[in-house]
């Protein structure tokens, strides 16, 4: 790989981490309230939402880790 590849992987990790940072630090208000009292449907359906973008954001870190040529893991 040579390292203008590795260069582009590399801030495409950055960025999918600094947007599922910024996805975590928005909802400790929302999860705070709903360990004391039940979530409402409007709560519970943006909790899903939010589960889903999370889920979405970890997904596109390993599709890019598992795209042949990216990364080698079986070279010494």
Same mark, same amino acid.
């Given at each position: 790989?040579? #390292?203008?590849?590795?260069? @582009?992987?590399? @801030?495409? %990790?950055?960025?999918? *981490?600094? %947007?599922? %940072? *910024?996805?975590?630090?928005?909802?400790?208000?929302?999860?705070? @309230?709903?360990? !004391? !009292?039940?979530? !409402?449907?409007?709560?519970? #359906?943006?909790?899903?939402?939010?589960?889903?973008?999370?889920?979405?954001?970890?997904?596109?870190?390993? @599709?890019?880790?598992?795209?042949?040529?990216?990364?080698?893991?079986? #070279?010494?």
């Amino acid at each position: 790989m040579n #390292s203008s590849a590795w260069d @582009k992987f590399r @801030k495409q %990790q950055a960025t999918e *981490r600094e %947007q599922l %940072q *910024r996805l975590l630090s928005g909802i400790h208000g929302l999860l705070a @309230k709903c360990r !004391t !009292t039940a979530p !409402t449907k409007i709560e519970l #359906s943006a909790l899903a939402v939010l589960l889903h973008s999370f889920y979405i954001g970890v997904e596109n870190i390993f @599709k890019r880790v598992a795209v042949p040529g990216i990364v080698n893991f079986c #070279s010494a």
